[in-house]
């Protein structure tokens, strides 16, 4: 099982990038997604969430421009960025809380991160 993101590049400011992240091969069950930033000389942080029941919460500095969403039946994960800024440049990574099989908890895996470049 593993996450594979894509759909990160080269954008101007003010435009638009989507992100996606899917789940390979069939798990038991997943819980939370979500999407953390590490921007040059920071700390990865979280950006946003989405829980099973589809209800998000993001970071301020997004609130307004960033959309998370998820589709169940495809095991994915999606994050609509507008109106980008140089600030949100960085490597974006996508976290699941999930349990491969019946018999285990879930746990937080990570996909590999996809750069986002914000400049004109």
């Known amino acids: 099982v593993q996450l594979q993101a894509s759909g990160g590049g080269l954008v101007q400011p003010g435009g638009s990038l989507r992100l996606s992240c899917a789940v390979s091969?069939?798990?038991?069950?997943?819980?939370?997604m979500g999407w953390y930033r590490q921007s040059p000389g920071k700390e990865r942080e979280a950006i946003t969430v989405i829980n099973s029941y589809g209800h998000a919460q993001y970071v301020d500095s997004v609130k307004g421009r960033f959309i998370i969403s998820r589709d169940n039946a495809k095991q994915s994960v999606y994050l609509q960025m507008n109106n980008l800024r140089s600030e949100d440049s960085g490597i974006y990574y996508c976290v699941v809380d999930m349990a491969k099989t019946a018999s285990e908890t879930t746990t937080f895996h990570w996909g590999q991160g996809t750069l986002v470049t914000v400049s004109s």
């Open positions: 091969g069939r798990v038991y069950a997943i819980n939370g």
